[in-house]
């Protein structure tokens, strides 16, 4: 048996798949416009959009959850307090790591925890953006139970870093 035919599958196969997975990325994020193949146009592909998506998504057991940006006011995530898993609050401006949290976003955590509280809710509020070990704790006092945190962790000794943020999450459970 010749390389080139122990060759043939593999490239055929990584052939087939960069083009069906270069379609399924343009169909994603562009869902309303043609996608060209080369000199083929493939029609525009809206996709499946739910009207109740996050129903649907519990169906199939996702968790559901909202975002709630730096800007936005809280009031615009009360319509959806019941039917969500988790709000997601970002305490930087989205778009790069290392950025200064945020100070205000504590009211909008502490907010966002008494709706929920008021309303007999478990649901999670995660915080990205600007958590770091010095902050964490007002983080966690404000009504938060779900942390992300980037360049907290991986700036400096990665190991250390997480060690010390595990052991103030410890004193949460």
Same mark, same amino acid.
């Not at 080139?4 to 997975?21: F, S």
């Not at 007999?120 to 139970?145: C, K, M, P, W």
């Not at 700036?155 to 943020?165: I, L, S, V």
């Given at each position: 048996?010749?390389?080139?035919?122990?060759?043939?599958?593999?490239?055929?196969?990584?052939?087939?798949?960069?083009?069906?997975?270069? *379609?399924?990325?343009?169909?994603?994020?562009?869902?309303?416009?043609?996608?060209?193949?080369?000199?083929?146009?493939?029609?525009?592909?809206?996709?499946?959009?739910?009207?109740?998506?996050?129903?649907?998504?519990?169906? *199939?057991?996702?968790?559901?959850? &909202?975002?709630?940006?730096?800007?936005?006011?809280?009031?615009?995530?009360?319509?959806?307090?019941?039917?969500?898993?988790?709000?997601?609050?970002?305490?930087?401006?989205?778009?790069?790591?290392?950025?200064?949290?945020?100070?205000?976003?504590?009211?909008?955590?502490?907010?966002?925890?008494?709706?929920?509280?008021?309303?007999?809710?478990?649901?999670? *509020?995660?915080?990205?953006? &600007?958590?770091?070990?010095?902050?964490?704790?007002?983080?966690?006092?404000? &009504?938060?139970?779900?942390?992300?945190? &980037?360049?907290?962790?991986?700036?400096?000794?990665?190991?250390?870093?997480?060690?010390?943020?595990?052991?103030?999450?410890?004193?949460?459970?």
């Amino acid at each position: 048996m010749n390389w080139l035919h122990l060759l043939a599958g593999p490239l055929v196969g990584a052939v087939i798949g960069y083009c069906t997975n270069y *379609i399924a990325v343009k169909m994603l994020f562009r869902p309303r416009r043609a996608v060209k193949l080369g000199k083929w146009q493939l029609p525009l592909t809206p996709g499946i959009i739910p009207k109740r998506k996050p129903q649907l998504a519990h169906a *199939i057991g996702q968790a559901v959850g &909202g975002q709630l940006f730096t800007e936005t006011d809280v009031k615009e995530v009360v319509p959806y307090l019941e039917e969500v898993d988790m709000i997601l609050v970002m305490c930087v401006h989205p778009g790069f790591g290392g950025q200064k949290f945020i100070p205000e976003s504590l009211d909008k955590i502490r907010a966002i925890r008494a709706m929920l509280n008021e309303k007999n809710l478990e649901t999670d *509020i995660q915080v990205d953006g &600007g958590v770091y070990v010095e902050n964490v704790r007002e983080v966690l006092d404000a &009504g938060a139970n779900v942390i992300v945190s &980037g360049s907290a962790v991986f700036r400096g000794d990665a190991g250390e870093n997480t060690a010390k943020f595990m052991e103030i999450l410890k004193s949460y459970e």
